[in-house]
């Protein structure tokens, strides 16, 4: 059972860039979110998705973009990337009927802006 | 503003003896909590949970301690393993959303 797959684990990109945080998880979670992950600051929510269609923010959300077409599907995308984008990301799924619910995490994407 | 606060950056801890981690938050709507763990290079693990309903949850060598008056939580490990050595993220949430926040997490070492 591969849980939550996020790709790539790391990526280098230059101020202005585009690019896409790929995740997918295979358990049917309706609840899927994208956190960054920076020193001192713990893992901070910058967008989820409650399910299909349906997205909101976060409290970092400034510079990203969500969509969630499909169930297993939420990528992030950062279509100018800043420097202060720098951070380790981690993408999180859960399941909305359970009574006490859980997260469960990927691996993380590491990504520098120079 | 940080609505859930792990004061303790790091801490360290003989093999066997206890490691008492703590959590404070502000929000009073939070009423259902979760430790996580995280090794190096990986995502979170998730560890222990506690609803408000209750004051106290265990699992094996793990202990999670609420105290709502106060608004604070402690994970106690006992006894210490050298294993246990990772960061530790305290999470809370409000009302049946899935949106939970994160302290800073307390990185802890077992020393053998």
């Known amino acids: 059972n591969a849980g939550v797959t996020q790709t790539p684990k790391f990526q280098v990109l230059k101020t202005g860039q585009s690019m896409t945080l790929q995740c997918a998880q295979d358990?049917?979670?309706?609840?899927m979110s994208w956190y960054r992950q920076d020193p001192g600051m713990g893992l901070r929510l910058i967008h989820y998705?409650?399910?299909?269609?349906?997205?909101d923010q976060g409290e970092v959300p400034n510079g990203y973009n969500v969509s969630r077409s499909t169930t297993e599907d939420f990528p992030l995308r950062l279509l100018s990337a800043a420097p202060s984008q720098t951070s380790v990301y981690f993408c999180a799924s859960s399941s909305n009927l359970d009574r006490e619910p859980k997260l469960f995490f990927g691996s993380g994407t590491q990504l520098s802006v120079l | 503003d940080q609505q859930v606060k792990q004061n303790s950056p790091s801490l360290s801890v003989q093999e066997g003896r206890i490691s008492i981690l703590n959590c404070d938050y502000t929000n009073s709507m939070f009423d259902y909590f979760l430790w996580y763990k995280k090794y190096p290079a990986e995502g979170p693990t998730f560890l222990i949970s506690?609803?408000?309903?209750?004051d106290k949850n265990e699992d094996g060598r793990f202990t999670v301690f609420l105290n709502k008056s106060a608004k604070h939580l402690s994970l106690h490990i006992v006894p210490s393993q050298p294993g246990d050595s990772a960061v530790y993220f305290c999470?809370?949430?409000?009302?049946?959303?899935?949106?939970?926040?994160f302290g800073t997490g307390t990185s802890l070492t077992v020393i053998p």
């Open positions: 506690i609803s408000s309903i209750k």
């Open positions: 998705s409650v399910g299909a269609g349906i997205t």
């Open positions: 358990m049917n979670h309706e609840y």
């Open positions: 999470a809370a949430s409000a009302g049946t959303g899935n949106q939970f926040y």
